[in-house]
């Protein structure tokens, strides 16, 4: 039952397809290896964006704090197709802040790509739903996920996969872990 429910929920977060027939060059599907060596997690059905796949780093980069604590980073979205723009808003935000989410996932380079960044809320939530199906309970980190969306000035959403807590949002300066993505 949990396996077929989670297949329908990854359907439904690619706009009805596993596979994109109409990107040029390669072809991906939801779990192969992406171009940087991440994990293909995402198809975008949304021809008009600039950018048709999603993958994520195959493994968590850090357990830090998202930073910019009782500080509002004005303009973050929970969206998926967002979190690039966040990384960048929380970025600007941090202000001498060092080795926060944002900015590790920022720096990160794998196989020549370095165009990596925190995942927003519902990239995560997609990023979540992959990594429980495909992974179990291996190499998901008990602490849970940053995501670049903030929900209040102290606060920011983050996903708890190996406890089950499918959402919520924690204090920026909790120690959670990243995972970065990257869009092509």
Known sequence: ??????????????????FAEDAPGQTYKIGDTGPAGGIIFYINGNN???????????????VTKWGTFNKDVSGTET??????????LIIAALQGEKGMAAQI??????NGYNDWF????DELAALSILMDFNLGKKNISYRGYWSSSQSADKFAYN????????????????KLSIRAVRTF
Request: proline share 3%; charged share 20%; glycine share 10%.
């Open 159 to 174: 996903r708890n996969i190996f406890h089950g807590n499918y959402g919520g949002y924690a204090n920026k300066n909790s």
């Open 79 to 88: 969206g998926v197709g967002s979190g690039k723009r966040n990384t960048e």
């Open 105 to 110: 996932c920022k720096a990160y380079t794998l």
């Open 48 to 62: 008009n964006d600039s950018w048709r796949y999603m993958e994520a780093s195959p493994v968590d980069l850090a």
């Open 1 to 18: 039952m949990k396996k077929m429910f989670v297949f329908a929920a990854i359907i439904s977060l690619m706009a009805g397809s596993l």
């Open 118 to 121: 925190l995942p927003s809320k």
